[in-house]
């Protein structure tokens, strides 16, 4: 990877199996979306595996459908998928301990033909911003506590 990418981490009190589940099960990607623009599944397998294809229903001003396959599926430690502009959503999981998880999610566009515009329209800082916002929902799907804002448990 050459430089084009922006990740936030979290551990979380959850084992790597528990999260990891949650991340492969599409159904469940509304729930965890901090951006606000994942709305639910066009179609799909209920659980991913490696090459899976699947289809979002999304909104980010107007409604439109991002396709995915899943180019990484490491059974407990990561996924990732990529769309069709070829930017990639990847977690990797850390088992901390039997109970503990570190979580890093990343954004990934070396090699979107659109990376430029990306870049000047702020698609990276506001990602980065929604992935801080989607682990914390994650962990608290997972663990079912809400940290506050500034990362304390609530």
Do not use: C, K
Request: charged fraction near 25%.
């Amino acid at each position: 990877m050459a430089g084009r990418i922006v990740t936030a981490e979290l551990t979380i009190a959850a084992p790597a199996d528990t999260i990891f589940d949650v991340l492969a099960r599409p159904a469940l990607h509304p729930v965890l979306d901090g951006s606000g623009t994942v709305r639910g599944v066009l179609t799909g397998p209920e659980r991913l595996s490696l090459g899976a294809r699947f289809g979002m229903r999304m909104r980010l001003v107007v409604p439109y459908v991002m396709w995915n396959r899943v180019v990484a599926f490491d059974e407990g430690r990561e996924i990732a998928w990529a769309h069709l502009g070829r930017h990639i959503w990847r977690y990797r999981l850390t088992p901390e301990g039997e109970q503990l998880t570190r979580v890093v999610e990343s954004f990934e566009w070396d090699d979107a033909p659109l990376r430029l515009v990306y870049e000047m329209t702020g698609v990276p800082e506001r990602n980065a911003l929604a992935m801080r916002l989607s682990l914390a929902r994650l962990e608290a799907l997972v663990t079912g506590e809400r940290r506050a804002e500034g990362g304390q448990s609530a």
